[in-house]
């Protein structure tokens, strides 16, 4: 079954204390990329990235790191999360391209306190 | 930087009404544009993806136009049901930078 999948689901932090929020795809997708949600502002973009070793700057990547060493994992690093970082991240991937859809993971609720 | 606007931010209707979900977006120069549904704290689930080069795509009940000159797409959904209720959201690509932009969705009710 094709799938994005991100972990852990739910976690609750304090201020300063680096985390990793893993995502893995199993479709060989080359394109994959983080989003932020929260209410009234939508779904924003963090980081995305085009292929191994490649990655851009969304519309949001203040304290926020990534890496794609291997096509199927693309983590999100929070150095020193801060409470403005509390939201709900989602990972996604999609083939690339003018067909590119996309494949959301199923999210990660995240409070920094 | 891409702006995407979706009207109305909810809507609710009997079931079995027709349901015109409106999207709009600053900067034509795109590479496709895609609508999701998003079900409440899960992940979102794409419905129709339509490349730039193309006017509609229809998937069962669910028909989806674009107008890239006027930066406009329309989601149709026919014979709606209590399980369409969910929200929508637009999301467009954009050629130069391959960055995602989403609008802030529309939320759909349909009432038994």
């Known amino acids: 079954e094709a799938q994005v999948t991100q972990n852990p689901r739910y976690l609750i932090t304090v201020t300063g204390k680096k985390l990793t929020v893993t995502c893995s795809q199993n479709?060989?997708?080359?394109?994959m990329s983080w989003y932020r949600q929260d209410p009234g502002l939508g779904l924003r973009q963090i980081y995305y990235s085009m292929n191994v070793e490649v990655t851009d700057k969304g519309d949001v990547p203040e304290g926020y790191k990534v890496s794609r060493k291997e096509k199927r994992n693309f983590p999100l690093i929070l150095e020193s999360p801060s409470p403005n970082q509390t939201s709900l991240y989602f990972c996604a991937s999609g083939t690339g391209g003018a067909g590119n859809t996309i494949y959301f993971g199923e999210g990660s609720w995240l409070t920094v306190v | 930087k891409q702006e995407v606007t979706q009207i109305p931010a909810a809507l609710s209707v009997p079931e079995g009404e027709n349901l015109v979900l409106n999207c709009s977006f600053t900067d034509s120069a795109i590479y496709n544009l895609q609508w999701f549904r998003q079900d409440p704290g899960k992940g979102l689930t794409s419905l129709l993806l339509i490349q730039s080069s193309q006017r509609e795509q229809t998937s069962g009940r669910l028909n989806a136009s674009l107008d890239k000159s006027s930066g406009r797409s329309t989601l149709y959904i026919a014979a709606s049901q209590p399980g369409d209720s969910a929200t929508y959201l637009c999301?467009?690509?954009?050629?130069?930078?391959?960055?995602?932009?989403f609008g802030a969705g529309t939320t759909v009710t349909v009432r038994a």
């Open positions: 999301a467009v690509t954009t050629w130069d930078d391959y960055k995602l932009s």
């Open positions: 479709m060989n997708h080359e394109y």
